[in-house]
């Protein structure tokens, strides 16, 4: 599990985070939502160790961050950011590879090309293996990158908003493939979801941010409230029910003059979960 004690962040003089303690369960898919602003992807890149502790003391399966190894922790979490950027002249394939360095340390294996042939195919990525990443679309890369974070093996992946660039079918497919890496596999996933129909239909765990202050976290039906979600969002939200779970109305049904919209039927709701 994650353990975050007492963690407070600034950016100059201004406050990001204020002393968060969580508890991250292993075997989940972890969620955490919230407005802009609210310390989402700052908590995660500190759980990432992409930015520097500034007070506090977080624990990912009992291993210090302030203390333990770059080469010790690619082995426990994988991480994919916001920034994607890499050298567009590699191609798919070969970025996918970099996930195995951990491992084979640049002497791979049959195992690590075995590893990174399953992410390819995971991800749709097998026709394109052999194209340059300039070649190819934002959609595209950003499962590339994906497959790259899921080649690593580790039972942690950390990733901050993995929807980005990807349509439906896609995003719909990887929340998916991230519900099968812990359902099937017992891996770990700690994602920022901005959609946050997306954490419905697929999260075991949610957190809702706000202001850099944990608001709730919980199952999917102690945060998904309308209370509690109109609160986080500072606007009225409907929440209603598909397949047993969370559905969130966030459209407004009503112009401003108060003359109802039609809601959505109940085929185009099946379509939106």
Avoid at 55 to 73: K, S
Avoid at 79 to 92: C, D, P
Avoid at 170 to 183: I, N, P
């Amino acid at each position: 599990m994650i353990r975050i004690n007492g963690l407070t962040h600034r950016i100059g003089a201004t406050p990001i985070l204020h002393d968060i303690d969580l508890t991250l369960p292993r075997g989940k898919l972890i969620a955490l939502i919230g407005p802009n602003g609210a310390g989402k992807s700052t908590l995660l890149r500190l759980v990432a160790r992409l930015e520097p502790l500034q007070a506090g003391r977080i624990e990912i399966d009992g291993l210090d961050l302030a203390t333990t190894g770059t080469e010790r922790l690619a082995l426990a979490m994988a991480v994919m950011g916001q920034q994607t950027h890499v050298a567009s002249r590699l191609r798919v394939a070969e970025l996918v590879g970099f996930g195995r360095w951990p491992h084979h340390h640049g002497r791979p294996r049959a195992a690590d090309r075995e590893a990174v042939e399953q992410a390819l195919d995971a991800f749709g990525l097998t026709p394109l293996r052999h194209r340059f990443l300039d070649e190819i679309s934002g959609g595209q890369a950003q499962r590339a990158h994906l497959a790259m974070t899921f080649a690593q093996g580790t039972d942690w992946l950390l990733l901050d908003e993995p929807l980005n660039n990807l349509d439906m079918a896609h995003s719909r497919t990887l929340m998916a493939r991230l519900a099968d890496l812990v359902g099937a596999r017992g891996r770990s996933v700690l994602t920022v979801v901005h959609e946050v129909n997306y954490a419905a239909a697929w999260a075991d765990h949610i957190i809702a941010m706000k202001d850099g202050r944990i608001v709730a976290e919980g199952a999917p039906e102690t945060v998904l409230t309308e209370p509690v979600l109109s609160a986080l969002y500072d606007t009225p939200i409907e929440v209603s029910r598909h397949d047993d779970r969370p559905l969130v109305l966030h459209h407004h049904w009503h112009d401003q003059l108060g003359s109802p919209f039609p809601k959505p039927s109940d085929d185009t709701l099946r379509v939106l979960h």
